[in-house]
């Protein structure tokens, strides 16, 4: 994963000792290269637990990029109706979905919604009596959060594309409607996929291809149901009715992103409490389970449709994302290319001051780093007045310095 978007706010954080304590970079054990960063906050981020039923494709990133250009070969689109099926596998085993009559639907979703609403208060209620912030700790952390979900974000409305190709069918005119909505219909300014494009250029967040797999889970189950529309309509009928539902957890990061300075627009398009759509999602199952055989038939449909609303819940949720930054790694990653620089002119200083220590052929970063910390390379009242940035400086190597502008 790179850090190279938020090098600068990196390196402040770090070097004036904001969120953790330097002294904790000798539990790190790293070599000098950095293959992959497992990214972890309070706790590591695990992996989805493997069962029998769930079998994904070894390389989702690869998929996903795949998947995401407009001509699929018939091998990508293969191997996506397989992870669509083991997804659906894996939401079928999660609690709180739909309930199974139609009735009921508008019912249950207003009761979460006023939930939602209850709690997101408490929420405002906390922190107005000086509660702290719930999810990021500095701007660092949130710009790691919008570049950690861009994979996912980057591919909104596409589970519906694929509709577009029957436009003519009256039974899929709400869908494809659904879908020019989310591009904006016509309107960039409104298109939801070029908003947020534009919010990780203005905050210099865009190299997120790259990313590790755990974060392409969400978007690749978007995009293999956009190649897919025939054959799962129930489901992308109730993943869209999933999709709409405000989370709570999304009403929060909005605010303290907005509190961040980090330009919070995109989210607020989403973040409103009565943008439930419950209306629209019972007029498009209406006829779906009208047309059912018999009830045992109209069950088995209303399971589907549960399903796929249940597969919003699938890949790194909000709090997943959130818990799986660490300054300490993010600092060492901006660090790695630089280190050879920094490695010689430390010890040339060493050799100055008469320090002539038996030196490994390649100090490994994370000693380099503690070994400056140790040495007061880190202090200063800013980040420009430590020794580390000033090095860098007259090296010509500091991070990208341009800071995200509202």
Known sequence: MSFEYTGEWIMEEFALGRGFEVGTLSNLVFGREIPKLVLKRNKPVLEVAESPALVRPSNVRQLYHTLSRQQADAQACKAAREFLDASLLEAARLPEGLPAELNELQRVLEKRAATLSRD???????????????????????????????????????????????????????????????????????????????????????????????????????????????????????????????????LIAAYELSELDVQPHYFTLHATEDDACIASAIRLLQPLLQNAASEEERLALMQRVNNGYKLNQLGMNIDDIVASFDLQQAFLAVMQPRAAFIERVYRIDCMERGIRGRWPDSLPLVSLMQHLCNEGWMQGETLAQTRLWQTMERGGILPNAMRPRC
Not at 123 to 147: E, I, M, T, V, W
Not at 152 to 164: D, N, Q, S
Not at 169 to 183: F, G, T, V
Not at 222 to 230: I, N, P, Q, W
Request: net charge positive; aromatic share 14%.
């Open 120 to 250: 997101y208060r408490a929420y405002l209620k906390d922190r107005h009596k000086g509660q702290p912030r719930r999810y990021f700790n500095h701007q660092s952390h949130a710009l790691h959060f919008l570049q950690a979900i861009a994979p996912t974000r980057m591919v909104e409305g596409a589970w519906l594309y694929g509709f577009l190709r029957f436009w003519r069918d009256a039974q899929y005119a709400p869908l494809c409607k659904i879908y020019l909505k989310s591009l904006g219909e016509g309107r960039e300014q409104c298109n939801q996929v070029r908003l947020y494009q534009h919010m990780l250029d203005s905050n210099g967040c865009q190299q997120w291809q790259q990313m590790d797999e755990q974060y392409y889970v969400q978007g690749l189950i978007r995009l293999a149901l956009g190649h897919h529309v025939e054959e799962y309509l129930p489901e992308i009928i109730g993943f869209n009715l999933g999709y709409e539902q405000v989370s709570l957890p999304m």
